[in-house]
């Protein structure tokens, strides 16, 4: 296959720039003929990846973390030009949430070695049409999670505060500060026609399974099962969420009588006052949202999802 790696050098607090090299020389050969494009700011990816695909690459690695997986397919997926390479990941990142749904190797070396390798899984690809930073309309794609309300709120704090930790730490951190201001939205909508009228103090669709570093809010997500899994928690106070965070962080949360669930494939909904949205990590937006999905629209490279 021809392949590449758009490298995200920034990744993981700077890990991607300083463990990259060392991953390539451990290939021997096969390291010195992979070519690799660094990204030097936000959105490069997506014009590296767009690209890539007008190039004829067929296999392109993303390395970095969620963020820079979310601008690699959407710079595939809006180029027009050429076919629609298959996607590698080397998670190099803060969270790295969507590669817990795939089975990739324990070590980065492994990682890197299954981006590599030829077999491949279709996945779905969500599309969300919602309200850009200038107000205008938008559409972007995700491949794992998307919410608004305290989640989105929460990724902004923790945008804001950049603390230099690694994994949980601080998310949740950024989760219990937020939560002495947070506040349930005015939602309204449809999910798969049935209609949602409520205070929500916090939304999610899943096509895979968790956000905010190994947080399984969407647990039955499944990348190719051709719907997302909404939850939302309904008339919930912030004592109740707070209580909850330790179920929502082991998936054991649905079913409690304040937490709705449904499986979807198609979802619009509206929130007053107007929420941040974001996807994968990343805020992209605003409500209103409509969400649909393209089943089986991106192969990913890796032995197969984890059960």
């Keep these: ?140 794609i995700f491949l794992n999670v998307l919410g608004f309300g305290f989640d989105a709120a929460v990724i902004d704090r923790y945008q804001r505060r950049r603390m230099k930790f690694r994994g949980r730490i601080p998310y949740l951190i950024a989760s219990l500060q937020e939560m002495a201001q947070a506040r349930s939205l005015s939602v309204k909508g449809m999910v798969d026609g049935e209609p949602v009228d409520a205070p929500v103090l916090i939304f999610a669709a899943g096509l895979g399974t968790s956000f905010g570093a190994g947080m399984r809010i969407t647990p039955d997500g499944i990348p190719g099962a051709g719907r997302f899994q909404a939850v939302w928690g309904e008339r919930l106070t912030r004592f109740e969420l707070l209580r909850l965070l330790p179920e929502i962080y082991a998936g054991r949360h649905i079913g409690h009588p304040k937490v709705r669930s449904r499986y979807a494939r198609r979802i619009e909904l509206t929130a007053e006052p107007a929420a941040g949205v974001e996807a994968e990590g990343e805020l992209i937006g605003t409500t209103p949202i409509q969400l649909a999905i393209h089943p089986h629209g991106l192969r990913i490279a890796c032995a197969g999802f984890k059960t």
Excluded at 17 to 31: H, K, N
Excluded at 77 to 102: A, H, K, M, Q
Aim: with cysteine.
């Design 1 to 140: 296959m021809k392949t590449l790696a758009i490298v995200n050098p920034a990744a993981g607090w700077g890990q991607a720039a300083r463990l990259w090299p060392g991953l390539l020389a451990a290939l021997g050969a096969g390291g010195r003929h992979l070519s690799s494009w660094y990204t030097e700011g936000p959105r490069q990816a997506e014009l590296l990846a767009a690209k890539a695909r007008r190039e004829g690459i067929e296999r392109l690695i993303a390395v970095g973390g969620d963020g820079t997986l979310l601008e690699v397919v959407n710079g595939l997926w809006w180029e027009s030009e050429g076919d629609l390479p298959s996607v590698g990941i080397v998670p190099i990142g803060t969270g790295c949430d969507y590669v817990r749904n795939f089975s990739l190797g324990a070590s980065l070396h492994e990682k890197l070695a299954t981006a590599l390798a030829e077999p491949s899984v279709a996945v779905d690809v969500g599309v969300c049409r919602l309200s850009g930073s200038d107000g205008g309309p938008l559409t972007r």
